[in-house]
């Protein structure tokens, strides 16, 4: 075998084995997802419409989990509503307020993502679907639900917990099991 065929050879086999390390890196980080349209609590309100309780705001931010989806809306109990207010005094502003949605509206869902980080391992659920407000329809997304630290030091780590969503009446206080997302 000639210098030159070896060499071609050696060159084929470090680019192919940099493609590969590429294709595994970015299958590791990448942000997986997994339909949660047949896992409890989420199945019950794919399809069918909700009306909400209290007020809600409209809001758009800068990264969204789904394109097709560039709203989300939040009631300002929501655990991390705050860091939502924080966002939108940023200069620019991550977030953006677009308008109070008042109680009695209704939202119809018609899909539910979970989303797991590639790097952090951290997972959001979202609840997908459509709200109207003054003869405008807008495709809302809504994070529900996450993982429970309770349940997680008990070594059950597929348990989520759900606060009050702004269309429900009093808390569900079951845990559920949640799947992590897949690869692909």
Same mark, same amino acid.
């Given at each position: 075998m000639d210098n030159q065929r070896l060499y071609t050879i050696i060159k084929r086999c470090?680019?192919?084995?940099?493609g590969l390390f590429i294709?595994?890196?970015?299958?590791?980080?990448k942000t997986k997802s997994t339909s949660?349209?047949?896992? +409890?609590? =989420?199945?019950? !309100?794919?399809?069918?419409?909700?009306?909400?309780?209290?007020d809600i705001f409209l809001m758009t931010?800068?990264?969204?989990?789904?394109?097709k989806f560039p709203y989300i809306v939040l009631d300002s109990a929501? +655990?991390? =509503?705050?860091? !939502?207010?924080d966002r939108s005094k940023l200069s620019p502003p991550e977030v953006t307020l677009l308008d109070t949605i008042p109680a009695g509206s209704s939202i119809t869902f018609t899909k539910a993502v979970n989303y797991t980080n590639g790097v952090s391992g951290l997972s959001k659920a979202c609840l997908f679907g459509k709200i109207t407000l003054q003869d405008k329809e807008y495709l809302i997304y809504y994070p529900w639900g996450k993982r429970s630290e309770r349940m997680w030091l008990e070594g059950k780590y597929d348990q989520?917990?759900?606060r009050l969503a702004p269309?429900?009446?009093?808390?569900?206080?079951n845990y559920?099991?949640?799947?992590?997302?897949?690869?692909?």
């Open positions: 470090i680019i192919g084995g940099a294709f595994f890196l970015y299958a590791t980080i949660l349209h047949q896992v +409890a609590p =989420f199945k019950q !309100y794919i399809n069918q419409t909700v009306i909400t309780n209290q931010e800068k990264d969204v989990p789904d394109g929501y +655990a991390g =509503f705050q860091w !939502y207010v989520w917990e759900f269309w429900q009446t009093e808390k569900d206080t559920y099991t949640v799947p992590d997302a897949q690869y692909w």
